[in-house]
T-cell receptor
Framework: GENVEQHPSTLSVQEGDSAVIKCTYS??????FPWYKQELGKGPQLIID?????GEKKDQRIAVTLNKTAKHFSLHITETQPEDSAVYFC????????????FGTGTRLTIIP | ETGVTQSPTHLIKTRGQQVTLRCSSQ?????VSWYQQALGQGPQFIFQ???????GRGNFPPRFSGLQFPNYSSELNVNALELDDSALYLC?????????????FGPGTRLTVL
């Protein structure tokens, strides 16, 4: 089955700086890669996703890049703000998300004011 | 907010008991997936329901079972509770249509087994 590894487990950045979180996946059949943000006491919230036929996707301060050959994808957050502090999870899925999501272990991002 | 609701928000049970958790999917969504999230870990897939039938199952024992109703809402049942079942149980709904179908999560039910 699919295995997703995520690094780092914790990340602290100064407000206004950029943050990068990296994930690798094992199954080349995976074709859908969402990123979720989870705040304390809440369920995961989708922030951005990418399909395997796209190399990069951007939404305002958030971008995701995908390298299918190396089987890794990354989340980039620019101009970080205190409200970006949360736990971020990457995930991988077959069939463009119609099937189960395999999650990474999470990254606790802390933005230092 | 995603429009996915779960009940109850918190639950305390003792070992050996049975529990039922409920999920109402987002409007227009016909697929419900359940995940277990232990403290400090990523969610783990339990199973998915589509058209009232189980459509994929993760590595969980048969004492984890589910239902999906005609209005697409769903239940997760866990029998013979064990201490390790203590976790946040998440429901995610999506619309299976042959295209990319993002899963949107509810707030979860926090289950504590004593």
């Amino acid at each position: 089955g699919e295995n997703v590894e995520q690094h780092p487990s914790t990340l602290s950045v100064q407000e206004g700086d950029s943050a990068v979180i990296k994930c690798t996946y094992s199954d080349s059949a995976s074709n859908y890669f969402p990123w979720y943000k989870q705040e304390l006491g809440k369920g995961p919230q989708l922030i951005i996703d990418i399909r395997s036929n796209v190399g990069e996707k951007k939404d305002q301060r958030i971008a995701v890049t995908l390298n299918k050959t190396a089987k890794h994808f990354s989340l980039h957050i620019t101009e970080t703000q205190p409200e970006d502090s949360a736990v971020y999870f990457c995930a991988a899925s077959y069939n463009f998300g119609n099937e189960k999501l395999t999650f990474g272990t999470g990254t606790r991002l802390t933005i230092i004011p | 907010e995603t429009g996915v609701t779960q009940s109850p928000t918190h639950l305390i049970k003792t070992r050996g008991q049975q529990v039922t958790l409920r999920c109402s999917s987002q409007s227009g969504h016909n697929t419900v997936s359940w995940y277990q999230q232990a403290l400090g870990q990523g969610p783990q897939f339990i199973f998915q329901y589509y058209r009232e039938e189980e459509n994929g199952r993760g590595n969980f024992p048969p004492r984890f079972s589910g239902l999906q109703f005609p209005n697409y809402s769903s239940e997760l049942n866990v029998n013979a509770l064990e201490l390790d079942d203590s976790a946040l149980y998440l429901c995610a709904s999506s619309r299976t249509s042959g295209l990319r179908d993002t899963q949107y999560f509810g707030p979860g039910t926090r289950l504590t087994v004593l």
